[in-house]
């Protein structure tokens, strides 16, 4: 890849977090509690443990998050079925206006996949499923580096 190439695709990955930084601030969320609740809404329910996984938060600090998402009205916890041991957290609301929020990033993109050929929307939807794979794979290596044995 290319100087450029590099460059403009940390130009893009920047865009996007900060749009969801703003997305968040405009929705009166902080960016942890806007990031899960997209990954609740990407996932389903989730245990308060798989939450704490997929925030990388520890479990003090994701107990913290539900709270406060569900003072909001935005979560419940629910007992899980099959373990009463353990709490499933539901999505229950998006944040007021959110998706007014959301409309104009949703509509300028929408315009940017329009003026593409098929092919390409194609090409790229495969790439964005792919990378998303890969960054999760490597955030994993990042929170749980593999030590070597000792000699």
């Given at each position: ?26 929705a ?52 899980d ?39 390409d ?31």
């Amino acid at each position: 890849m290319s100087a450029d190439a590099g460059k403009i695709f940390r130009r893009y990955l920047s865009a996007g977090v900060i749009n969801a930084l703003a997305t968040a601030e405009a929705a009166g969320l902080n960016a942890t509690d806007y990031y899960a609740l997209n990954l609740l809404d990407l996932s389903g329910p989730l245990t308060s443990g798989d939450l704490a996984v997929g925030t990388g938060l520890t479990t003090g600090a994701t107990t913290r998050l539900i709270d406060r998402l569900e003072k909001g009205g935005l979560v419940r916890r629910v007992p899980d079925p099959s373990d009463r041991r353990k709490v499933i957290v539901e999505p229950m609301a998006r944040p007021d206006g959110l998706e007014q929020l959301l409309a104009g990033t949703r509509r300028r993109l929408g315009e940017v996949f329009d003026g593409m050929a098929e092919g390409d929307r194609e090409v790229l939807f495969r790439y964005f499923t792919q990378a998303a794979d890969a960054y999760q794979t490597a955030t994993q290596e990042l929170r749980h580096p593999q030590t070597p044995p000792p000699l």
